[in-house]
């Protein structure tokens, strides 16, 4: 069983960085893509980046060319820099296998952006 602890969030301005990360403990080796996922109140959990086994990296349009997602295989841990943050990217972040999350999900990372 995997279990994935995200943390790095926080209350940043408008404009401003974090950096996310996500320990896995168990064996996350063979998967196919692992991503992060964002949930706002009342929204459903949308895929905002993904990294396939290769490295390839995939972006939602809301954050493309501001997020950047990157892992430590040796390490089972994935980062999520975002950058040029926006009030609309105020969420629960968290990561996970996609598809087929693995169950349960961890307990996520509030991002919150405002002035």
């Known amino acids: 069983q995997v279990r994935l602890v995200e943390s790095g969030g926080g209350l940043v301005q408008p404009g401003g960085s974090l950096r996310l990360s996500c320990a896995a403990s168990?064996?996350?080796?063979?998967?196919?893509?692992m991503g992060w996922f964002r949930q706002a109140p009342g929204n459903a959990r949308e895929l905002v980046a993904r990294i396939a086994s290769s490295g390839s990296t995939t972006y939602a349009d809301s954050v493309k060319g501001r997020f950047a997602i990157d892992i430590d295989p040796p390490k089972n841990t994935l980062y999520l820099q975002m950058n040029s943050l926006k009030p609309e990217d105020t969420a629960v972040y968290y990561c996970?296998?996609?598809?087929?999350?693995?169950?349960?999900w961890g307990q996520g990372t509030q991002v919150t952006v405002s002035s």
């Open positions: 996970n296998r996609w598809p087929n999350a693995y169950e349960p």
């Open positions: 168990g064996n996350i080796v063979g998967f196919k893509f």
